[in-house]
């Protein structure tokens, strides 16, 4: 006779052996954090794949019951990510604590790029510059005038901004970090001025494109690109007309003391801005999950298809893939593309050794840690 299974038992039986194995885990990441400190004494890398096949392996041995191998595999994996992750965040800590950044990004203070940097930084001791034009911010970063540069590189409304991509090829930079944005643009104009009285308007083109529907029913103004949103709300300041107007966020209106006259004019309601941190080295970390590389595939038939089969069998998501003119070769293109994953994956670095012998040009610009928050 099949014995009759008390649900709430059972529960209780997993209730305790939940805290058996919390207790074991706080244990062992106390553990982790005195291993970080070691390792950042005598300069050795966090990840140690060797040791950590090891663990698995040891794990899988111990079991009574050899059927949850795969499990326990899977299981010291995601524990170990989960240490990698805080040895990496100790040390970042650490050597934050003891140097300053010099940091630059492209407008002002009180732009989005500002607001970027200023969140992917924070905690952090940074010297902040400004540059009015993309390329300058690369420049800055090649030439060695700052360690970072912030740079939007995609936009959940517009698309790919293809200036950085050719850029960051051109200069050889490296990306090793990226925020994204919550862009939330608005109509602000001097105290005193009106809707009906405005007759141009300052912004980025990028700010323009996000904002066409507002505009289509206001045929009156003038639209003027600038070089940036921040510097267009600082350009209406300082000109003194009530009949000027420029498009940009919150924190430019509180910067300049503009008054919005029309708030979140922006078409799509979840409009965001991913922004990229760039330097002149690849940086490397344990809980990197994100990798951008730039490839040029074989001029012939089916090339394309071919390359992006190395990403389906191996069963890695991409992301994003942007193509950009190979200048003076006509109908030939470099792909960005943008996947999930660690270079320090068996699956990944087949699939890098794969696209580097079958590709016409092949570069890694960064595996670097997403940031989840991004809108998609």
């Given at each position: 006779m099949t014995e009759k299974l008390d649900l709430e038992a059972i529960r209780r039986e997993i209730d305790e052996a939940d805290g058996i194995l919390l207790n074991a885990f706080e244990r062992r990441l106390d553990a982790v954090l005195k291993v970080a400190e070691y390792k950042k004494a005598n300069n050795l890398p966090v990840?140690?794949?060797?040791?950590?096949?090891?663990?698995?392996?040891?794990?899988?041995?111990?079991?009574?019951?050899?059927?949850?191998?795969?499990?326990?595999?899977?299981?010291?994996?995601?524990?170990?990510?989960?240490?990698?992750?805080?040895?990496e965040e100790q040390l970042q800590t650490a050597e934050a604590q003891q140097e300053t950044f010099d940091v630059g990004c492209f407008g002002v203070e009180g732009s989005y790029s500002h607001k970027a940097m200023e969140e992917y930084f924070a905690g952090k001791k940074i010297t902040r510059h400004y540059y009015s034009v993309?390329?300058?911010?690369?420049?800055?970063?090649?030439?060695?005038?700052?360690?970072?540069?912030?740079?939007?590189?995609e936009n959940s409304s517009t698309g790919g901004i293809t200036e950085v991509y050719d850029l960051l090829r051109h200069?050889?930079?490296?990306?090793?970090?990226?925020?994204?944005?919550?862009?939330?643009?608005?109509?602000?104009?001097?105290?005193?001025?009106?809707?009906?009285?405005?007759?141009?308007?300052?912004?980025?083109?990028?700010?323009?494109?996000?904002?066409?529907?507002?505009?289509?029913?206001?045929?009156?103004?003038?639209?003027?690109?600038y070089y940036s949103t921040s510097k267009s709300a600082e350009a209406v300041k300082e000109s003194g007309s009530l009949h000027l107007a420029a498009v940009a966020g919150k924190q430019a209106a509180e910067l300049y003391d503009l008054q919005i006259l029309a708030?979140?004019?922006?078409?799509?309601?979840?409009?965001?801005?991913?922004?990229?941190?760039?330097?002149?080295?690849?940086?490397?970390?344990?809980?990197?999950?994100?990798?951008?590389?730039?490839?040029?595939?074989?001029?012939?038939?089916?090339?394309?298809?071919?390359?992006?089969?190395?990403?389906?069998?191996?069963?890695?998501?991409?992301?994003?893939?942007?193509?950009?003119?190979?200048?003076?070769?006509?109908?030939?293109?470099?792909?960005?593309?943008?996947?999930?994953?660690?270079?320090?994956?068996?699956?990944?670095?087949?699939?890098?050794?794969m696209l580097s012998d079958n590709c016409a040009y092949f570069r890694i610009l960064g595996n670097y840690r997403s940031d989840m928050k991004q809108e998609r």
């Open positions: 990840r140690d794949r060797a040791r950590e096949l090891k663990v698995i392996a040891k794990a899988q041995e111990r079991l009574q019951n050899k059927k949850y191998a795969p499990a326990a595999a899977d299981l010291m994996e995601s524990i170990m990510a989960i240490a990698r992750g805080m040895e993309f390329e300058d911010v690369v420049k800055a970063v090649k030439n060695g005038e700052i360690r970072y540069g912030v740079l939007p590189v200069y050889g930079c490296y990306i090793t970090g990226e925020k994204c944005v919550k862009i939330e643009h608005n109509l602000m104009a001097l105290p005193g001025a009106t809707l009906s009285g405005i007759t141009e308007v300052y912004s980025h083109p990028q700010g323009f494109a996000q904002c066409k529907d507002f505009f289509a029913e206001y045929p009156q103004m003038k639209l003027v690109p708030a979140n004019i922006n078409y799509n309601g979840n409009n965001t801005t991913r922004f990229i941190i760039i330097a002149n080295e690849a940086e490397h970390s344990a809980d990197a999950d994100k990798i951008t590389l730039v490839i040029a595939v074989k001029h012939e038939p089916g090339s394309l298809y071919r390359v992006l089969g190395y990403f389906y069998h191996s069963g890695l998501n991409l992301t994003n893939l942007e193509s950009r003119p190979i200048e003076g070769k006509s109908w030939e293109y470099f792909f960005h593309i943008d996947l999930m994953g660690n270079l320090a994956d068996t699956n990944v670095q087949e699939t890098v050794r």
